[in-house]
């Protein structure tokens, strides 16, 4: 039997093209807007978070960075329950315990304004000087830090250092403030600072409690190459027993940090949201 190449091309030309049209078909494509949206991409505004959620023994797993998967170089601290899922809890004594990371990531080299966020919990009042956070620094300012936030006894103070050392304290002292936030109960606490305003605004869960002023300094102009780490539960100091050194007692839990001023609204929806 004679066999037609010319149709055998023609029949496998035509099997091709078939195969390929159904290939390209848009069978269950879903429209643009049903796609994912990455809430945080790469480089965007979350630079550092730490949920304690992973449910492990292992300390340094527990207090993983989920930005850039940065593990901590130490972590002191124990898992405890948290607003949602696990939390960390500090220590009874202040000899130095916290959790340690080599950098916080890109903050303090990308942050013009920023946003330091997080869940606490203490049992009565803080004793002496207490941290949520500190960046240390190698910048030679007289407290060895960057940037520190103190829960101190009947007030707050949030002490940064810029390039040119200037080192403004802003307190929140308010009437009644410091005893609702150690009422042994889950808070938010958010600071905002916005370099096109140079205004600092504390946010106790969701609501504005005040609104400090760094004259016409603008951008929040951080040292980067001074930052040497980052310490969630303890001050910059290195020094046993001496309050700069001093940790935090209570509980943590959400923490994070924006090079970005939060809108009130965004704040609101990371409290109504336990995030």
Not at 23 to 43: A, F, H, S
Not at 147 to 152: A, K, S, V
Not at 167 to 182: H, I, K, Q, R, Y
Not at 247 to 268: C, H, K, P
Request: glycine share 8%; proline share 5%; aromatic share 12%.
């Amino acid at each position: 039997m004679k066999i037609n190449i010319s149709m055998i091309k023609k029949a496998f030309g035509i099997v091709f093209v078939s195969i390929a049209f159904i290939g390209c078909q848009e069978m269950d494509r879903p429209t643009l807007g049903d796609y994912p949206k990455d809430q945080n991409p790469v480089g965007g505004p979350l630079k550092f978070y730490v949920p304690f959620d992973d449910n492990t023994t292992d300390p340094l797993k527990f207090a993983v960075d989920n930005i850039r998967a940065k593990f901590p170089n130490d972590n002191q601290f124990t898992q405890t329950d948290g607003i949602t899922g696990k939390g960390a809890q500090g220590p009874a004594d202040h000899i130095q315990k916290y959790i340690t990371y080599s950098k916080p990531n890109d903050f303090a080299a990308e942050a013009k304004s920023f946003t330091i966020a997080f869940w606490e919990k203490h049992n009565g009042a803080t004793k002496g000087a207490e941290y949520p956070f500190s960046l240390p620094s190698s910048n030679g300012h007289w407290s060895g830090g960057t940037m520190m936030l103190m829960f101190d006894g009947s007030e707050i103070k949030f002490v940064i250092v810029d390039k040119n050392m200037s080192d403004p304290w802003f307190v929140w002292n308010e009437a009644g403030l410091m005893a609702s936030l150690t009422d042994n109960q889950w808070h938010h606490c958010a600071f905002v600072y916005d370099a096109s305003t140079s205004a600092f605004t504390f946010y106790k869960d969701g609501v504005v409690v005040s609104t400090k002023m760094w004259t016409d300094h603008g951008n929040v102009n951080l040292d980067d190459s001074k930052v040497a780490g980052l310490r969630i539960g303890s001050g910059p100091g290195n020094t046993p027993n001496d309050w700069l050194s001093n940790n935090w007692l209570g509980s943590l839990d959400q923490f994070r940090m924006y090079a970005t001023a939060l809108t009130a609204i965004e704040v609101n929806q990371l409290v109504t949201g336990k995030l």
